[in-house]
Each structure stands twice: as structure tokens, then as C-alpha cells.
């Protein structure tokens, strides 16, 4: 007679691991989704939308979310980190530490509650591009959808004006840290991705030149839920750009950073370059590239393009953007024609290349492999498995899938 299969541990909340933790509760086993922020839906949920469909964030995870909300073989854990791993494959134990949120909800939080607390802090959710108040919705379409309590922000006036506030349990300012201890038979890593940070290649002018920004900020300010409310605008005027420039493979295949194509990075400059044609018709785009090189058969996606006389491709590696009157200005080497070309924009975007987590953060004690870029390598006979843009670059599509398999392997592990 065997034993009851242990549990199984999901490390991340956003698409992989969400759909991870779904595939494997759904056929029966008791699953703990551990996520670090608040709410649940990682790189994915910070989107305007996602290619090829140009779906916003809400089609996709708004059924997920029912799924969870419906099954309580689901125990999710937000504010949430792994400190350590000890064991082997089926008897694993886990130590988690569980950060207080200080919004119970046990009690709705309040119009009187919101008006006790105006100190505001940086809005993480908008990578920083905005601020938010100390206690709110990190934002519109949160799981779960509690507020949350910078606890550290608030003057003596706004704890005591919280205490005083009606009802009461809605807020619990003595919350402490937790740790927790569980035994799972398998972990499934889904901790993501991160953007390469262009700092590292300071002659791009990426935190120096304000009209210089990265892929990931162009998708908050077109979400209609980012800091500009989704209009595409110079952050150092707030005033529409005439001209855009996007610079394809920053970091990407480059042996002194990274030295794999990232994969999605053409993609989404196509699908940023139609962000920017229908928000501004007039304006002309640029996009400088190596290679266009967009996934599979959803080359039309770039055909389409191809067409339009307001975007030029241009094959040219760019290794300098200085400032001139406050305007980036980008130069240029042209493979083509062997000419080098200086061009201003009025807002120039990076296509930064993908970064797992685990680059500089490993699972802490687990044994987990890597290999010389900080992906997971899959380890079925150490009972860990990688899922999603942890193992490689994917796109949303191709991360489902994997995260279907990755549940499918940690199921077999705990089943033996």
C-alpha cells in the first residue's frame, strides 16, 4: 500500500507558475504557490497586451484566477519567499518566510482607512515610473485583491488615525514576519524573468538620458493602468514624440553580457511599434536591428510591418546614444550600406534581453543546476523542475506549455 503523495511546491506566481500549480491541483494534488510580491500574475500582469492577438493582461489570467479561486487544493502564498530547502526528491522540507501584509481580510478595508494614510511610495507595479499611497490595491485586477500596508511609510499621525478607523480587523498593524515549515515531494521553479539591465552598457545613456527607456517601461506607459494612463509620452516633457527609435538586441547576443538571443525581444518591438502607430499616426518609427527574428510562424506579424511607410528597419548595430538640446541622439553603424548614420529621436526604447531570476538569486539550499547563463536545468532525480522563462526565453504561449509539463514531471516525482 503507498502512501498519500506529498505535496507539491510552486516557486513563482506568475504565468508558469500559476498554470503549474492549476495543471497539478486539477488531477488531484495538494499544491503550495509561493510568490514574492503581493499579488499574483508577475511579468505578464504588468503587460498593455501580448502578442499575437495583442490580448490585454485579463485574457488569459482572469480564468486562471477563477481556477484558483476555485480550487482548494491551491494554497497561495503571497509576500512569500523560500529561505531554504533541505531533503530530496519526495521529501523535501521547506522553510518559507511569510512578510506581513497588515490588511487582514477579515474586515473590508474602508473609505476611512484610505483617508487616514496619505503618505505615498513608489509604485513597484509601475516599476517605479509612479507612486501610490502606503495603503492600496497594487492595482486594478490584484489576486487576491487586498490592499497592502507599507507599514514603514506612515507617520505617527496615520497609525494612530488606522487604529481609530472603522471597521475594525480590517487592518492589524501588530502583523509579524512568519516562518513556515512544509514537507512537499517536488518543487517546481517559476521565479522568472528580468530584464538586462542597460546600465551595464553605459554608453547607451539608460538612466542617464531621460528620453532613453527600456522595453518593459514602453509597456507601462501604453497600459492604460500605467503611470501616463497610456498615452506614449517623452518622460522628460510629458509631450507626445514625433519621432520613436527602437534598438533591438541590447545585451542579446553579446559575449560580454548575454550571450543567447533572447528570443521575444523582436516581437515585442513589433508589437510596441503598433502600440506607437495607433496612439500617434503621424509619428515615424524606427527600428534598429541585427536580425528581425519573430517566433515561428508569426513572421506576418513582422510582413505587416514591412509595409507601412511610417516605420523604417534598418540593419545597423547601435553602440552609442549621446544628448543633444535634451534629444537622444543615436550612433549608428549600417551593415548594409557600411555607412555610419547620427540620427536624433525623441524617445528611444531598448530591447533588453531576458534575464532569469536565478541569474543572481538561487533557490537557497536546494541543489537546484543552472547552466553558465543562470537557467534551471531540469533534475527529475532531484525531484527539481524549471518551468517557463526560468529554463529559457518564451513568450507567453510557449510558457503555458511548459508549465503544463513541468507539472505533468512533478506529479511523476511525487507519485513514485
Known amino acids: ?22 495543471e497539478a491541483a486539477e488531477v488531484g494534488h495538494e499544491v503550495v504557490l509561493v510568490e514574492r510580491e503581493p499579488y499574483l500574475g508577475g511579468r505578464v500582469v504588468r503587460m498593455y497586451q501580448y502578442f499575437p492577438k495583442l490580448c490585454p493582461p485579463t485574457c488569459g489570467l482572469e480564468i486562471n484566477y477563477k ?12 509576500m512569500a519567499e523560500v529561505t531554504g530547502v533541505s531533503g530530496s526528491a519526495g521529501d523535501f522540507e521547506v522553510k518559507i518566510k511569510v512578510r506581513p501584509r ?17 503618505s505615498e511610495v513608489t509604485c513597484d507595479f509601475d516599476l517605479g515610473l509612479s507612486s501610490i499611497k502606503a495603503l492600496a490595491l497594487p492595482h486594478g485586477m490584484a489576486y487576491p485583491y487586498l490592499h497592502v500596508l507599507d507599514k514603514d511609510a506612515l507617520t505617527g499621525g496615520e497609525l494612530e488615525a488606522l487604529k481609530q478607523a472603522e471597521p475594525k480587523g480590517a487592518i492589524d498593524l501588530d502583523q509579524k514576519e512568519e516562518e513556515l515549515t512544509l514537507k512537499v515531494g517536488a518543487i517546481v521553479m517559476a521565479t522568472g524573468w528580468k530584464p538586462f ?30 503611470p501616463t494612463g497610456g498615452k506614449v509620452v517623452r518622460p522628460s516633457s510629458s509631450e507626445a514624440p514625433r519621432t520613436v527609435a527602437f534598438v533591438q538586441c541590447v545585451g542579446s547576443r553579446d559575449e560580454n553580457h548575454l550571450p543567447y538571443c533572447s528570443g521575444v525581444c523582436c516581437m515585442g518591438t513589433l508589437k510596441q511599434a503598433r502600440y506607437v502607430r495607433s496612439r500617434l499616426p503621424e509619428a515615424e518609427i524606427s527600428v534598429f536591428y541585427i536580425d528581425i527574428r519573430p517566433i515561428g510562424r508569426l513572421e506576418k ?23 543633444d538640446g535634451g534629444r537622444p541622439v543615436l550612433h549608428v553603424e549600417e551593415m548594409l550600406n557600411q555607412k555610419k548614420l547620427t540620427a536624433p529621436f525623441d524617445l528611444v526604447v531598448l530591447a533588453t534581453g531576458v534575464v532569469p531570476s536565478t541569474a543572481d538569486e538561487k533557490l537557497p539550499g536546494a541543489g537546484v543546476t543552472y547552466d553558465p547563463n543562470g537557467f534551471v536545468v531540469d533534475d527529475a532525480k532531484a525531484g527539481l523542475i524549471g518551468a517557463g522563462c526560468v529554463k ?21 516525482i511525487v507519485r513514485r
Open 1 to 22: 500500500m503507498t502512501s498519500e503523495p506529498k505535496k507539491i511546491l510552486v516557486v513563482g506566481g506568475g504565468i508558469s507558475g500559476i498554470t503549474a500549480a492549476l
Open 67 to 78: 481556477r484558483l479561486r476555485n480550487n482548494p487544493r491551491v494554497q497561495v502564498l503571497t
Open 102 to 118: 497588515y490588511v487582514t481580510g477579515k474586515q473590508p478595508v474602508s473609505q476611512a482607512h484610505l483617508d487616514a494614510v496619505k
Open 197 to 226: 539591465d542597460a546600465k551595464n552598457m553605459p554608453d547607451l545613456g539608460f538612466g542617464k538620458i531621460k528620453d532613453v527607456i527600456n522595453n518593459v517601461q514602453m509597456e507601462r506607459y501604453c497600459a492604460p493602468n500605467g
Open 301 to 323: 506579424f513582422y510582413y505587416d510591418l514591412l509595409g507601412d511607410d511610417k516605420i523604417k528597419f534598418i540593419k545597423g548595430k547601435v553602440p552609442k546614444i549621446t544628448e
Open 392 to 412: 529559457r526565453p518564451l513568450d507567453v504561449s510557449r510558457s503555458v506549455k511548459d508549465a503544463t509539463a513541468a507539472a505533468l514531471k512533478a506529479i511523476q
